[in-house]
Nanobody, 119 residues
Framework: QVQLVESGGGLVQAGGSLRLSCAAS????????MAWFRQAPGKEREFVAR????????SHADSVKGRFTISRDVAKNTVYLQMNSLKPEDTAAYYC????????????WGQGTQVTVSS
C-alpha cells in the first residue's frame, strides 16, 4: 500500500502562486509515476501533470503548460506542483495520485487539497 497526503492549497488572487506538496509513504519503492489531477465543482476530474519516479520525465496538460511545474524529491518521497500565474479557472480540488510499476492505473489517491483563485 501507498499513502499520499497533499498539502499547500489555499486562497490566492489571480496572478498569484501556490506550491502543492504530496508526501508518499508505505511501499514507495513500487511507484512508477506520480501525477496531479484536479476537479472543479460540476466538472469531471482532469489530468494536470505527471512525473516518472525514476527518471523525472514530466508531462503537463496544455491548460497549465508554462504556468505549472511538477517536480519530485526522491529522498523525501514528495512530489510538488508549483503553480504560477493562477487564474480563476484553476479553482478546483487538487489530487495527488500514484501508479504502481507494471500497472496502467492510478491505484493510490490522496484526500485532495482545495485551491481557490479569486478574480
Amino acid at each position: 500500500q501507498v499513502q499520499l497526503v497533499e498539502s499547500g492549497g489555499g486562497l490566492v488572487q489571480a496572478g498569484g502562486s501556490l506550491r502543492l506538496s504530496c508526501a508518499a509513504s508505505g511501499r514507495t519503492f513500487s511507484i512508477s509515476t506520480m501525477a496531479w489531477f484536479r476537479q472543479a465543482p460540476g466538472k469531471e476530474r482532469e489530468f494536470v501533470a505527471r512525473i516518472t519516479w525514476s527518471s523525472g520525465t514530466t508531462s503537463h496538460a496544455d491548460s497549465v503548460k508554462g504556468r505549472f511545474t511538477i517536480s519530485r524529491d526522491v529522498a523525501k518521497n514528495t512530489v510538488y506542483l508549483q503553480m504560477n500565474s493562477l487564474k480563476p479557472e484553476d479553482t478546483a480540488a487538487y489530487y495527488c495520485a500514484a501508479q504502481q510499476i507494471g500497472s496502467p492505473l492510478y491505484s493510490y489517491w490522496g484526500q485532495g487539497t482545495q485551491v481557490t483563485v479569486s478574480s
